[in-house]
C-alpha cells in the first residue's frame, strides 16, 4: 500500500485554468504538508495543516487553497493559474513524538501551465 | 531562514568519499537529511536532534554540532545508488519548530 498517494501525477493545463490536487496519507500521520520544487529543485513549504488545523500559511498567493476534509486528506485547489506556478507539487505527512517532522513524501505532481 | 549547503555539486567515482555540510545562521532544534533521486519524492535518511550526536545509516553517517549551527554528512565508499541530491532541512529552536526548511541541495554524482 502507498503510504501517501498524490493524484494526479502530471497535469498540464492553460494559464487561467482552476486545477486541484488531491493527497491522502494512510499512516495515521496527524500533520501533512505542501511543499513545492521549482526548477533549480529548491523545495519550499507552503502549507501544513495539523488534525485538519491550519498551521503553516507560508507567503502564498491566495490563488493557493489548501484544503483537509479529516487528517488523512490534504487537498490543493489552484485557482486562475500562472505560467510561474508550474512545478513539482509534493504532499507529505508526519507523525508526532520522535517521528515529528519525519516527512514521507509523496511521488509528486507535476505541474505544467502554458 | 534557508540553510546554507555546500558543495552544490560533488562527482565521485564508486568507492571515494564524499562530505556534504549544511549551516544555518539560526539556532537549530534538529537537522534533516533527505536524498532525491531524479523523478522520485526525497526520501528521509536521518534526523539529528541538538546535542551533538552523531546518527549512521550503512555507509552514511552524519553529525550535528550544535555549538557552530552546522551539520554534517558522510558518505563513505561511495555506491552508484548513492547518486541524487542531498537536501538538509532545518527546524529551528524554540517556539515554531514545527516546519522543516530545506537547503538549495547538493548534487552527488558517482561513476563507475
Known amino acids: 500500500d502507498t503510504a501517501v498517494s498524490q493524484t494526479p501525477k502530471y497535469l498540464v493545463t492553460q494559464m487561467g485554468n482552476d486545477k486541484s490536487i488531491k493527497c491522502e496519507q494512510n499512516l495515521g500521520h496527524d500533520t501533512m504538508y505542501w511543499y513545492k520544487q521549482d526548477s533549480k529543485k529548491f523545495l519550499k513549504i507552503m502549507f501544513s495543516y495539523n488534525n485538519k488545523e491550519l498551521i503553516i500559511n507560508e507567503t502564498v498567493p491566495n490563488r493557493f487553497s489548501p484544503k483537509s476534509p479529516d487528517k488523512a486528506h490534504l487537498n490543493l485547489h489552484i485557482n486562475s493559474l500562472e505560467l510561474g506556478d508550474s512545478a513539482v507539487y509534493f504532499c507529505a505527512s508526519s507523525g508526532s513524538g520522535q517521528g515529528f517532522l519525519l516527512l514521507h513524501f509523496g511521488n509528486g505532481t507535476r505541474l505544467t501551465v502554458t | 531562514q534557508q540553510p546554507v549547503q555546500s558543495p552544490q555539486a560533488v562527482i565521485l567515482r564508486e568507492g571515494e568519499d564524499a562530505v556534504i555540510n549544511c549551516s544555518s545562521s539560526?539556532?537549530?532544534?534538529?537537522v534533516h537529511w533527505y536524498r532525491q533521486k531524479h523523478g522520485e519524492a526525497p526520501v528521509f535518511l536521518m534526523i539529528l536532534l541538538k546535542g551533538g550526536e552523531q546518527k549512521g545509516h550503512e555507509k552514511i553517517s552524519a553529525s550535528f554540532n550544535e555549538k557552530k549551527q552546522q551539520s554534517s554528512l558522510y558518505l563513505t565508499a561511495s555506491q552508484l545508488s548513492y547518486s541524487g541530491t542531498y537536501f538538509c532541512g532545518t527546524a529551528l529552536s524554540g517556539g515554531s519548530n514545527y516546519k522543516l526548511t530545506f537547503g538549495k541541495g547538493t548534487l552527488l554524482t558517482v561513476n563507475p
Open positions: 539560526k539556532a537549530l532544534y534538529s
